[in-house]
């Protein structure tokens, strides 16, 4: 998912203009690290088309303050939309790890929405499925996560709380080098997680609300911790829906791992792969090679694609 607009540097005032990474978001209000300094940036007019992850050029108004003037270019872009708006999730991202539990139950349709948005972004796509000491209903979890796993998504299994060490252990190799993203649900354990290979987390937390002003809503915001230079892990709210309507139909035919092999060997040209004679899609359904469940969700996207009125 490209950008769809970024500023250019003011050529005029470039060289009155700093460099900063923006570490966490609240609203049009950002928390920007410029070198060993934290300090509060906010855009211009009422449109935030900041994210965390961005490299932005600023002007200071004051020690601590300062405005966005301008967007580097972004190498990946994630956000969700409805049928009204879009929320920016993070951008530069290399990976994103989608963190789901034994219990609670988590949401087959958020998980493969998610691998969509991943797919179409160009970003490496995880499973974390976490609370494997809940063994009475792994097998189940393990089942339902079979669907993704032969896609060729990896699952890792870990268990914050009962193997903090083990998990963390696990953790470290995947994160080095990458700037990674975890989404997924309340409850599912992310938090715990994220005080296992950050342990400052709760002290950066409680530094950026102060810093952005949302007093107790820690959890309203995303935020970006630096592990070291080539390094970082970014930690998104819970949230129960991800909306996708700014998938045209031809980027959610490729964004399907599972369409590729299949794509152009339809009848038609141009086949929406819904109810046309002769789609090789429709064929790989009926003889198993594509789950009905990605299928059903592919129809549902392409419906709320057309439905966009922003």
Sequence with gaps: MASKKLHSVPRQASGALEAGLVIAAHGRHYLVQAGEQ??????????????VGDRIRFARTSPDQGVV??????????????????KLLA?????????????????DDLVSRSLVAAESAGVAAHLILNKTDIEEALPKTRERLQVYAQLGYPV??????????????????????????????????????????VPDADIAVREI??????????????????????????????FQEFGLYQLSEGMLERAFRDFTPHL???????????????????EAVQSGEIAPMRHQLYAQLVHESSQTLY
């Excluded at 934290?38 to 994210?51: E, F, H, I, P, W």
């Excluded at 290399?94 to 609670?104: D, G, K, R, S």
């Excluded at 268990?159 to 998990?167: F, H």
């Excluded at 190799?173 to 409850?187: A, D, F, K």
């Design 91 to 107: 951008a530069n991202v290399t990976q994103l790890f989608i963190v789901v539990a034994t219990e609670p139950s988590f949401s």
């Design 264 to 282: 152009g060997k339809c009848r038609f040209y141009n086949c929406h792969h819904l109810n046309e004679p002769g789609c090789a899609v429709l």
């Design 209 to 238: 609300s102060a810093a952005l002003d949302t007093g107790k809503h820690t959890t309203t915001f995303t935020r970006l911790y630096r592990m070291d230079d080539e390094t970082s892990i970014i930690d998104s709210p819970g």
């Design 38 to 51: 934290k300090l509060q940036c906010v855009t211009r007019g009422k449109k935030s088309d900041v994210a």
């Design 156 to 197: 890792h299994e870990v268990s914050a709380k009962a193997q903090p060490e083990a998990t963390r252990a696990a953790f470290m190799p995947l994160l080095q080098g990458q700037s990674t993203i975890l989404i997924g649900q309340s409850g599912m354990g992310k938090s715990s997680l994220i005080n296992l290979i």
């Design 69 to 86: 003037e301008a967007i580097d270019e972004r190498k990946t872009l994630l956000y969700r939309s409805d049928q009204y708006k879009s």
